[in-house]
């Protein structure tokens, strides 16, 4: 998945924040990372099956950049 579609995802999130959209990412078989736009906050929530680990980001853009190098590693596009 590119990047300035992982953006566009959580923007979508942000944009109605009012109700709840969850979008989970699936990395190999054993970790799902969840994120989700807190209700009626601009902050977007990250956690992680693998070791139930709680990330929080007030950035789309640092929040999308985080999630793509978690899917991706050190692959390139």
Same mark, same amino acid.
Request: net charge negative; with cysteine.
């Given at each position: 998945?590119?990047? +300035? %579609?992982?953006?566009?995802?959580?923007?979508? =999130?942000?944009?109605?924040?009012?109700?709840?959209?969850? %979008?989970?990412?699936?990395?190999?078989?054993?970790?799902?990372l969840?994120?989700?736009? !807190?209700?009626?906050?601009?902050?977007?929530?990250?956690? =992680?099956? +693998?070791n139930?680990?709680?990330?929080?980001?007030?950035?789309?853009?640092? /929040? /999308? +950049? /985080? !999630?793509?190098?978690?899917? %991706?590693? %050190?692959?390139?596009?």
């Amino acid at each position: 998945m590119k990047l +300035e %579609h992982i953006k566009s995802l959580l923007e979508l =999130s942000c944009t109605f924040n009012f109700s709840f959209i969850s %979008h989970s990412f699936t990395i190999g078989v054993e970790e799902t990372l969840t994120v989700k736009c !807190l209700k009626d906050t601009y902050i977007l929530e990250v956690t =992680s099956t +693998e070791n139930q680990q709680v990330d929080y980001y007030t950035s789309i853009d640092q /929040a /999308a +950049e /985080a !999630l793509y190098y978690k899917i %991706h590693g %050190h692959e390139t596009d």
